[in-house]
């Protein structure tokens, strides 16, 4: 009980702020050999997870996409999932950012709002909130500042830091990586030369190198490639 009571506090000052006053704890992460427990020497740490080049947030959205009465099983291609969605989400936040915050109250937006609330409510039905907060982001003609606010309205909730975070923030070079971010760019160059120049057997070999060392190029991304994960 005192463990939880200083988490709840998290390092404030007592004496003026107690803290959160109500403690959620999720139920079990599992895998498929069963539940992990430090004792079993199956501890799974966050830090594997930035050295495999999981952002944490990719963690945090794959909790939210389970109930948190629920046992949770971890796979690794659940958390690639995770993070491809919480990508998806940010580049939809990203055309937002440069828009100031509006009413929130638009009619529009009006049923999303109203399904989060009643989802959080709900014992904190995080996954059903996550969906409310995808259908407010494909909202079509509607002002940006307006939808700026409803996500943010509801992001304040999820805890995604979705206005503060980019794609490049989601792009972690994992430990075993055996190529820098600046060799990959010269090795895009090169590429980007040879289709020019309609080479496209040199292309088509730079993608095969790339990938090779871990690299998938994303033609048509602004970023223009990823780590393959997993």
């Given at each position: 009980?005192?463990?939880?009571?200083?988490?709840?506090?998290?390092?404030?000052?007592?004496?003026?702020?107690?803290?959160?006053?109500?403690?959620?704890?999720?139920?079990?992460?599992?895998?498929?050999?069963?539940?992990?427990?430090?004792?079993?020497?199956?501890?799974?740490?966050?830090?594997?997870?930035i050295?495999?080049?999981?952002?944490?947030?990719?963690?945090?959205?794959?909790?939210?996409?389970?109930?948190?009465?629920?046992?949770?099983?971890?796979?690794?291609?659940?958390?690639?999932?995770?993070?491809?969605?919480?990508?998806?989400?940010?580049?939809?936040?990203?055309?937002?950012?440069?828009a100031?915050?509006?009413?929130?109250?638009?009619?529009?937006?009006?049923?999303?709002?109203e399904?989060?609330?009643?989802?959080?409510?709900?014992d904190l039905?995080?996954?059903?909130?996550?969906?409310?907060?995808?259908?407010?982001?494909?909202?079509?003609?509607?002002?940006?500042?307006?939808?700026?606010?409803?996500i943010?309205?509801?992001?304040?909730?999820?805890?995604?830091?979705?206005?503060?975070?980019?794609?490049?923030?989601?792009?972690?070079?994992?430990?075993?990586?055996?190529?820098?971010?600046?060799?990959?760019?010269?090795?895009?160059?090169?590429?980007?030369?040879?289709?020019?120049?309609?080479?496209?057997?040199?292309?088509?070999?730079?993608?095969?190198?790339?990938?090779?060392?871990?690299?998938?190029?994303?033609?048509?991304?602004?970023?223009?490639?990823?780590?393959?994960?997993?």
């Amino acid at each position: 009980a005192q463990n939880q009571a200083h988490c709840c506090t998290n390092g404030l000052d007592v004496a003026e702020n107690s803290g959160a006053r109500i403690w959620m704890h999720n139920n079990f992460l599992v895998e498929r050999s069963g539940k992990m427990s430090k004792s079993a020497g199956e501890f799974l740490r966050l830090q594997l997870l930035i050295d495999k080049g999981y952002h944490p947030l990719a963690y945090r959205m794959m909790c939210l996409q389970a109930h948190y009465r629920s046992e949770l099983e971890f796979s690794w291609d659940g958390l690639q999932a995770a993070l491809t969605r919480l990508k998806r989400i940010v580049m939809q936040v990203e055309l937002l950012k440069e828009a100031s915050a509006g009413d929130p109250s638009h009619q529009k937006f009006a049923p999303m709002r109203e399904k989060f609330a009643t989802a959080i409510a709900d014992d904190l039905n995080t996954s059903v909130g996550l969906v409310a907060l995808e259908e407010a982001l494909a909202v079509k003609k509607v002002d940006a500042g307006v939808k700026r606010a409803v996500i943010e309205e509801m992001d304040r909730v999820l805890g995604l830091d979705l206005f503060g975070l980019t794609r490049e923030d989601l792009r972690i070079r994992p430990k075993s990586a055996e190529i820098t971010e600046a060799e990959i760019e010269a090795e895009l160059i090169r590429r980007k030369e040879a289709k020019v120049e309609k080479d496209f057997a040199t292309s088509d070999a730079i993608r095969e190198t790339l990938a090779a060392k871990g690299v998938e190029v994303m033609d048509g991304d602004p970023l223009g490639w990823e780590w393959k994960l997993g």
